[in-house]
Nanobody
Framework: QVQLVESGGGLVQAGGSLGLSCVAS????????MGWYRQAPGKQRELVAT???????NYADSVKGRFTISTDNAKNTVLLQMNSLKPEDTANYYC???????????????WGQGTQVTVSA
């Protein structure tokens, strides 16, 4: 079993900052990538940022220059630093990871429960 547990959401004023953290735990052989997606009410889930085990990053255009993703591989943790937040960043943020877990020899997607980020105007 693999679990992803997020923390760090909350309410912030526009222009403010928040940090999100996600820890992967359980029977993990290897983590290939981790990242964050978000879903606003009435909208589809969308990519925010991802990072591979090699350190390659990918950001949604809407967050480039404002959000920074990083990992602590030794702790199976992914962080998302969000600066210059806008009301349109309001959403439920989900942690994602691509993990190999026994007895599988393949890689599978795992998701956290989500953490709410609300940015007031």
């Amino acid at each position: 079993q693999v679990q992803l547990v997020e923390s760090g959401g909350g309410l912030v004023q526009a222009g403010g900052s928040l940090g999100l953290s996600c820890v992967a735990s359980g029977n993990i052989i290897r983590i290939f990538a981790m990242g964050w997606y978000r879903q606003a009410p009435g909208k589809q889930r969308e990519l925010v940022a991802t990072i591979t085990s090699g350190g390659s990053t990918n950001y949604a255009d809407s967050v480039k220059g404002r959000f920074t993703i990083s990992t602590d591989n030794a702790k199976n943790t992914v962080l998302l630093q969000m600066n210059s937040l806008k009301p349109e960043d309001t959403a439920n943020y989900y942690c994602w990871s691509q993990i190999q877990s026994p007895p599988s020899i393949g890689r599978y997607d795992y998701w956290g429960q989500g953490t709410q980020v609300t940015v007031s105007a």
